[in-house]
């Protein structure tokens, strides 16, 4: 059981290129989660999706998008990678059952924006 | 407009002693705190987590106590280690939202 697995785990871009961050859980969650950590400012929510086929802005959407084409798979874009993306990205997952579930989080992409 | 304020931002603790760490909110619609610690390279993990109908919840060494009058909660370790050093973010969220909303981060250092 892999929990959360993000893909990949580290890269470096220039200026102006595009990339896809993919996110993979085998708990079967409905809800998934982007967020992007910067020391100081802790965790803020890109996007999001409470199921297959949905996708809703979070905090800081701007540069990004994302798909759920599946329900197991949640991909985060970046179409014109600029410095200030230069960040590392956490995927979670979350079950909808239930008022107390906690988010699973993958171990991290490290992106390094030149 | 920062939902839930975390406090203190780092703090260093020699082994064996009590790390404090405190958290206030607004909402009182909150009705979910969880506690999620986060080591170096790797993403947080739910570390404890408490509803309000309790004031304190323990698990080994972590203590979750809960004001719910004056909307602030904290997380208290005991016998400090070394091991526990790592980032710690708690959260809040209500029934009704799909986002829970976190604080900033507190990284603890515990001292040999």
């Known amino acids: 059981n892999a929990g959360v697995t993000q893909t990949p785990k580290f890269r470096v871009l220039k200026t102006g290129q595009s990339m896809t961050l993919l996110c993979a859980q085998d708990m079967n969650h409905e809800y998934m989660y982007w967020y992007r950590q910067d020391p100081g400012m802790g965790l803020r929510l890109i996007h999001y999706?409470?199921?297959?086929?949905?996708?809703a802005k979070g905090e800081v959407p701007d540069g990004y998008n994302v798909s759920r084409l599946k329900k197991q798979n949640f991909l985060l874009g970046l179409e014109s990678a600029a410095p200030s993306q230069t960040s590392v990205y956490f995927c979670a997952s979350r079950h909808y059952r239930g008022l107390s579930q906690p988010q699973h989080f993958g171990d991290g992409t490290r992106l390094s924006i030149l | 407009q920062q939902q839930v304020k975390q406090s203190p931002q780092s703090l260093i603790v020699q082994k064996g002693g009590i790390s404090i760490i405190n958290c206030a909110y607004e909402?009182?619609?909150?009705?979910?705190f969880p506690w999620y610690q986060q080591f170096p390279g790797k993403g947080p993990a739910l570390l404890i987590a408490i509803r309000p109908d309790v004031s304190e919840k323990k698990e080994g060494r972590f203590t979750i106590s809960f004001n719910k009058s004056a909307k602030q909660f904290s997380l208290h370790i005991m016998d400090s280690q070394p091991g526990d050093s790592a980032t710690y973010f708690c959260a809040a969220k209500s029934g009704g939202s799909y986002i829970p909303t976190f604080g900033r981060g507190t990284s603890l250092i515990v001292h040999p």
């Open positions: 909402n009182t619609a909150f009705d979910y």
């Open positions: 999706s409470v199921g297959e086929g949905t996708t």
